[in-house]
């Protein structure tokens, strides 16, 4: 990780910082327009410069062409980005982190379920508690209990309890973060439910918050998740924690279980062999006889694991880790920016970058 210089802006700079938000889209033709449409709306009254970053994460209905013929009408700061084949949601948001220029990164899903509206009061808010993420809660969330609350509250807590980081809604895609800190995380599988989790490996948890924001109910489409993503989301959490507990220290995972195991049948071999060499009994048709040798043998493995982890891990932090790297699909013309400041304004707002230290 590289060093970054301390951040501690007390309020949200004027003009405000250049913002990009990121939307990735899977199956969402009918929300392409209205989509577009609420975000132009919801920034219109926004201070600095924007941009709008869609990923079309390999859907198979009309989104990726919407979404260019859309952004065409908008102008250069609405930039396309189109998957070959579906990726996931982490992926797609990856590749939409990896493309902005912003300062600041602003995340939603493309459902029109977030109000894009929220997003210039969660910036002024971060800077004026000097955060390094934002997340967005929903206080008053348009879904259904059964299938949607009940799961997401149940790993929502799971998640704060093993984690530390104490969220109340992991699932709210709606977040805002510097993009110095967002940019050191890497995504990878499912992992974006958990990205304040990542983030507090960058950053002090102390600078991660949260604020309630709006949440309106599906209009078009159907959600891609169910309650059978509460299992996904248990497995991910048990990866999330060995990378939280264990990331610089793998052999020390590893080596405690191997060490248990093998305390367990080095005990039990060692009842047995009282039992045979001094008390004179058999003990070849005992059960605990080969219970102890595979004991014996699942503690070396995990002993010889461990070391090997150990070394991949000083591998990994030798080496210098390259971007995700996709091929991008983007509307004629250089991206630009929606309400670009004039020449002289952005060597002034350069000169107050610089004076800040971000």
């Not at 209205?34 to 201070?47: D, I, K």
């Not at 503690?299 to 991008?328: C, D, K, N």
Request: net charge positive; glycine share 8%; charged share 20%.
């Amino acid at each position: 990780m590289t060093d970054r210089p301390l951040l501690s802006s007390a309020a949200s700079p004027a003009p405000g910082p250049s913002l990009s938000i990121v939307i990735p889209m899977y199956r969402e033709q009918d929300n392409v327009a209205p989509m577009l449409a609420r975000v132009h709306e919801g920034l219109a009254a926004y201070a600095g410069p924007w941009e709008l970053i869609c990923v079309d994460d390999g859907s198979q209905d009309e989104t990726g062409r919407r979404l260019i013929a859309e952004g065409e009408k908008y102008g250069p700061h609405v930039r396309v980005i189109r998957f070959a084949r579906n990726h996931g949601q982490t992926t797609a948001m990856q590749a939409g982190i990896d493309a902005a220029r912003g300062e600041v990164i602003a995340t939603l899903d493309g459902d029109l379920q977030n109000d894009p509206a929220d997003i210039p009061q969660m910036i002024t808010e971060m800077y004026a508690r000097d955060l390094d993420l934002l997340a967005g809660y929903r206080a008053n969330r348009q879904d259904a209990w059964l299938s949607r609350k009940l799961p997401s509250k149940l790993a929502n807590r799971l998640i704060a309890k093993v984690t530390g980081v104490n969220i109340r809604d992991y699932g709210c895609s709606l977040k805002i973060y510097r993009a110095q800190v967002i940019k050191e995380v890497r995504l990878y599988g499912e992992m974006h439910r958990f990205i304040p989790v990542w983030a507090a490996m960058v950053t002090s948890p102390a600078r991660i918050g949260e604020t309630a924001v709006s949440h309106n109910a599906r209009q078009f489409g159907e959600s891609k998740y169910g309650i059978s993503r509460t299992f996904r989301v248990i497995l991910d959490l048990l990866t999330v924690f060995f990378f939280l507990r264990f990331r610089a220290r793998p052999g020390h995972f590893f080596g405690s279980i191997g060490l248990v195991f093998g305390t367990v049948g080095g005990i039990a071999m060692s009842y047995l062999a009282v039992l045979k060499f001094i008390l004179g009994q058999s003990i070849g048709n005992r059960p605990l006889f080969l219970t102890a040798i595979l004991l014996l043998v699942f503690s070396i493995q995990f002993l010889t694991t461990g070391v090997l982890a150990e070394m991949l891990t000083r591998i990994f932090y030798h080496r210098q880790e390259g971007p995700l790297t996709i091929t991008a699909a983007m509307p004629s013309g250089p991206p630009g920016w929606q309400h670009a400041i004039t020449e002289p304004d952005a060597q002034a707002h350069a000169g107050e970058v610089a004076s800040r230290g971000v």
